[in-house]
């Protein structure tokens, strides 16, 4: 006794053409790859606000104790958040493409021109550093997911 798989060349050939159609998409970085990576960042990024979570894996340094009884008597209790500017500034089509490159950027600055997302991020004399321009595991995972799913032809983020 025996049992017999046949397999159709054609679907099998349409199934490896969308491959290879998408996969000339994210090589390219396309418009449906460009989508999946600004979600995805957008959303990973929006959470290490939320979670006031580090690249390290740690949170962020915490406010001094006069800073924190400042704000907490304003009714701010998450840390760069009272006025929403720097998380605000954090916008899906703040990015550029270069060769090979996905640069994102947040312009936020104070009203005197400071440059105050680039201090934040990235720490300096005054400011302690609370980077939050990174990308975390579960991001990257999410990307690949979508990927996956955008090569095999599948709907994405409700596309």
Known sequence: MSVEAIFSYD??????SKIEYNYKDVEGFGKGFVRI????????????????????????????????????????????QRSGHLKGGFL????RLKPGSF???????TKKGFPYAY?????????????FMWLSRSGMRNI????????????INGR
């Open 11 to 16: 679907k099998c050939d349409k199934f490896l």
């Open 37 to 80: 990576l600004k979600l995805a960042i957008y959303k990973d990024i929006v959470e290490h606000f939320e979670k006031e979570q580090a690249s390290g894996g740690g949170k962020w340094k915490p406010h001094s104790e006069a800073y924190a009884k400042k704000f907490s008597s304003l009714g701010y209790q998450q840390i760069l």
């Open 92 to 95: 899906l089509n703040n990015y």
């Open 103 to 109: 640069i994102w950027f947040n312009r936020a600055k």
């Open 119 to 131: 201090a934040h991020n990235e720490g300096g004399p005054k400011l302690p550093r609370r980077d």
């Open 144 to 155: 690949e997911d979508q990927v996956v799913r955008m090569l095999q032809g599948e709907k």
